[in-house]
């Protein structure tokens, strides 16, 4: 089973901020499937970017994604209001999906 | 509009069953993967298994096989997830959610569900 490991379980800014977010896989991902979903108090989540770099639909140009080898990026640009939320990135390149624990974005 | 719709909150005793269901509307229903996801208060995103929605086959978390069920009815175009011998880590909010259809290998989930409580309490 693929491990997912999110960093930093917490990140604190200010509307404007960039916010850079880690999901570390214990091994490498086929073909690099890896998602990541934003999620708000009392709401499903919501997916953002698929295959590690491609932007969902009706998600604005502020959200990018990133591959390293085993280390995958979410990058907020600039924070807007309704960005303060709980981001999960999940692996659906094996029949076993796992998520990772979370990353809250919190105002600062 | 592509929609899953699940039934409501359901409250057990500790080892009894609870069955939840997720309505499918707006696509071809047997196109699709369904999936399982929980959520314990305050926790995180934990992935319980999948069903083909074509063929009936179903794939699930290690964790949890054995006390898991996932079936379909392509009549309705509704799936349903039974867990049995309920404890109380089982609370949580149970979603379903499909899995894209673009025909690939394989894909994120696209489309959730409003999400479903079950508490276990005696």
């Known amino acids: 089973e693929i491990v997912l490991t999110q960093s930093p379980g917490t990140l604190s800014l200010s509307p404007g901020e960039r916010a850079t977010l880690s999901c570390r896989a214990s091994?490498?991902?086929?073909?690099?499937?890896l998602a990541w979903y934003q999620q708000k108090p009392g709401q499903a989540p919501r997916l953002l970017v698929y295959d590690a770099s491609t932007r969902a639909t009706d998600i604005p140009d502020r959200f990018s994604g990133s591959v390293s080898g085993t280390d995958f990026t979410l990058t907020i640009s600039s924070l807007e209001p309704e960005d303060f939320a709980m981001y999960f990135c999940q692996q659906y390149g094996t029949s076993t999906r796992t998520f990772g624990q979370g990353t809250k974005v919190e105002i600062k | 509009q592509v929609l899953l719709v699940q039934s409501g909150a359901e409250v057990r005793e500790p080892g009894a069953s609870v069955k939840v269901s997720c309505k499918a509307s707006?696509?071809?229903?047997?196109?699709?993967?369904l999936h399982w996801v929980r959520q314990a208060p305050g926790g995180g995103l934990e992935w319980m298994g999948w069903?083909?929605?074509?063929?009936?086959?179903?794939y699930y978390s290690h964790k949890i096989q054995g006390r898991v069920t996932m079936a379909r009815d392509t009549s309705i175009r509704t799936v349903y997830m039974e867990l049995r011998g309920l404890r109380g880590d089982d609370t949580a909010i149970y979603y379903c959610a499909r899995e894209g259809v673009g025909g690939r290998l394989a894909d994120p989930f696209d489309i959730w569900g409003q999400g479903t409580m079950v508490t276990v309490s005696s």
């Open positions: 091994q490498s991902i086929n073909r690099n499937y």
């Open positions: 069903i083909n929605c074509n063929g009936g086959g179903t």
């Open positions: 707006g696509y071809t229903f047997t196109d699709s993967y």
